[in-house]
């Protein structure tokens, strides 16, 4: 497995892929964009990319541009040994992993901001964070030029985000989403996860129990979005320890809400779990 550290090995890489199956019809590069701490989540990303693609690139880093000043930038996990480890067994055949001057140069002063979708659930509690997210992964599909980038339903805000930066820049890539990978009480995997006591990781929970409930009274029939939400907050009251960022039934295309649910809809929370923020989601139906 190769590793890169700057743009220019990045793109030479992918470019000469691209020489060496000349004629090959399907997709040839895959890239799944992370900021390391990689687990089993990530490992399915990976997996996903290589079963569709000749070659995969995983890119390990850290974007400060998408953490507020009170956030957990400076703290975030940095495991990039066992990171390279666990790409490489899933089937990763490059590394991404540049420093942040090679990410950002001296001087920089372009940024991607979708308007709009960027103010929407997290853009709204964590206020230039989709800017920093739709800035370096255009970033990193210019550098790559993958036929296609995988992401998880997890960030299904993001991935809204992000599917609408692709179509408005036109670029080449395909956003393909992966399901949420749980652990098998049904906490949602999340590199942040690592930060939470084991009461808290109990109260964590939560989450999951509110979205199977939502999910439940959908399929019985339920459409509106009071009653859904009324639902979910019946749950979290259950633990009165955890701070609700937000409940929200939005379109998914859009982040717009929605008064009445229709299949396809994203129903999003995120709570705080004493210092943690954690998400979660089911698109309904």
Same mark, same amino acid.
């Given at each position: 497995?190769?590793?890169?550290?700057?743009?220019?090995?990045?793109?030479?890489?992918?470019?000469?892929?691209?020489?060496?199956?000349?004629?090959?019809?399907?997709?040839?590069?895959?890239?799944?964009?992370?900021?390391?701490?990689?687990? =089993?989540?990530?490992?399915?990303?990976?997996?996903?990319?290589?079963?569709?693609?000749?070659?995969?690139?995983?890119?390990?880093?850290?974007?400060?541009?998408?953490?507020?000043?009170?956030?957990?930038?400076?703290?975030?996990?940095?495991?990039?040994?066992?990171?390279?480890?666990?790409?490489?067994?899933?089937? =990763?055949?490059?590394?991404?992993?540049?420093?942040?001057?090679?990410?950002?140069?001296?001087?920089?002063?372009?940024?991607?901001?979708?308007?709009?979708?960027?103010?929407?659930?997290?853009?709204?509690?964590?206020?230039?964070?989709?800017?920093?997210?739709?800035?370096?992964?255009?970033?990193?599909?210019?550098?790559?030029?993958?036929?296609?980038?995988?992401?998880?339903?997890?960030?299904?805000?993001?991935?809204?985000?992000?599917?609408?930066?692709?179509?408005?820049?036109?670029?080449?890539?395909?956003?393909?989403?992966?399901?949420?990978?749980?652990?098998?009480?049904?906490?949602?995997?999340?590199?942040?996860?690592?930060?939470?006591?084991? =009461?808290?990781?109990?109260?964590?929970?939560?989450?999951?129990?509110?979205?199977?409930?939502?999910?439940?009274?959908?399929?019985?029939?339920?459409?509106?979005?009071?009653?859904?939400?009324?639902?979910?907050?019946?749950?979290?009251?259950?633990?009165?320890?955890?701070?609700?960022?937000?409940?929200?039934?939005?379109?998914?295309?859009?982040?717009?809400?929605? =008064?009445?649910?229709?299949?396809?809809?994203?129903?999003?929370?995120?709570?705080?779990?004493?210092?943690?923020?954690?998400?979660?989601?089911?698109?309904?139906?």
């Amino acid at each position: 497995m190769k590793i890169f550290r700057t743009v220019s090995e990045l793109r030479q890489w992918s470019r000469a892929t691209r020489l060496s199956v000349a004629g090959q019809t399907g997709p040839l590069i895959g890239l799944v964009p992370t900021m390391g701490a990689l687990h =089993a989540g990530h490992a399915s990303l990976i997996r996903a990319a290589a079963a569709q693609c000749e070659q995969v690139a995983v890119s390990i880093f850290v974007n400060p541009t998408q953490f507020g000043p009170s956030e957990d930038y400076a703290v975030y996990p940095r495991t990039f040994e066992a990171d390279c480890a666990l790409a490489e067994a899933a089937g =990763a055949t490059a590394i991404f992993a540049p420093t942040v001057e090679e990410i950002y140069p001296t001087g920089a002063a372009t940024f991607v901001e979708v308007e709009g979708l960027s103010s929407r659930l997290d853009g709204q509690s964590r206020p230039g964070h989709f800017r920093g997210v739709a800035t370096v992964v255009a970033k990193l599909l210019i550098a790559a030029e993958p036929d296609r980038a995988f992401f998880g339903q997890k960030d299904a805000a993001q991935v809204a985000v992000l599917r609408r930066m692709v179509k408005d820049l036109r670029l080449g890539s395909e956003i393909v989403v992966c399901p949420i990978v749980r652990e098998a009480d049904g906490l949602a995997l999340s590199s942040r996860n690592i930060y939470l006591s084991a =009461a808290e990781r109990a109260q964590a929970l939560t989450l999951s129990r509110a979205v199977r409930k939502v999910e439940a009274l959908f399929v019985g029939g339920e459409r509106d979005a009071r009653t859904l939400t009324g639902a979910a907050l019946e749950v979290f009251a259950g633990e009165p320890a955890l701070r609700v960022d937000y409940i929200e039934l939005v379109d998914w295309a859009t982040l717009e809400p929605r =008064a009445t649910a229709a299949e396809g809809d994203l129903y999003a929370v995120a709570v705080w779990v004493g210092a943690t923020r954690l998400i979660d989601n089911t698109i309904l139906g």
